[in-house]
């Protein structure tokens, strides 16, 4: 059974870090781009980040440029997201996904596989 199982999720104050990691089991995705998406309560889900299968190549939305940095270890099968200067606006369930295709990833529709998610929550 292929799955993505994500970790790392946690309560932290305004201004703190956390790194979440999403592993994959089942079969390697070192081929695969991948991406964090998450959603806020009430919210539709949002695209976060992506990287494509060597990691020479990231994306990222507006809203976490320069403070989330998304990388990955094939050796490990592992994506991280690292959240430095966290708001409360970044609370949300962290989704971790992966597809063939970069662009899609990045669209955030249709893609290949999605994990369970964790929760992120940041206090004021």
């Known amino acids: 059974q292929v799955q993505l199982v994500e970790s790392g999720g946690g309560l932290v104050q305004a201004g703190g870090s956390l790194r979440l990691s999403c592993a994959a089991s089942?079969?390697?995705?070192?081929?695969?781009?991948k991406g964090w998406f998450r959603q806020a309560p009430g919210k539709e889900r949002e695209f976060v980040a992506a990287?494509?299968?060597?990691?020479?190549?990231?994306y990222y939305t507006d809203s976490v440029n320069g403070r989330f940095t998304i990388s990955r270890v094939n050796a490990k099968n592992t994506v991280y997201l690292q959240m430095n200067s966290l708001k409360p606006e970044d609370t949300a369930v962290y989704y971790c996904?992966?597809?063939?295709?970069?662009?899609?990833?990045?669209?955030?529709?249709?893609?290949?596989?999605w994990g369970q998610g964790t929760l992120v929550t940041v206090s004021s």
């Open positions: 996904a992966a597809d063939q295709v970069f662009s899609t990833v990045v669209a955030g529709k249709y893609l290949e596989v």
């Open positions: 990287i494509n299968w060597s990691g020479a190549r990231t």
């Open positions: 089942g079969r390697t995705f070192s081929s695969y781009a």
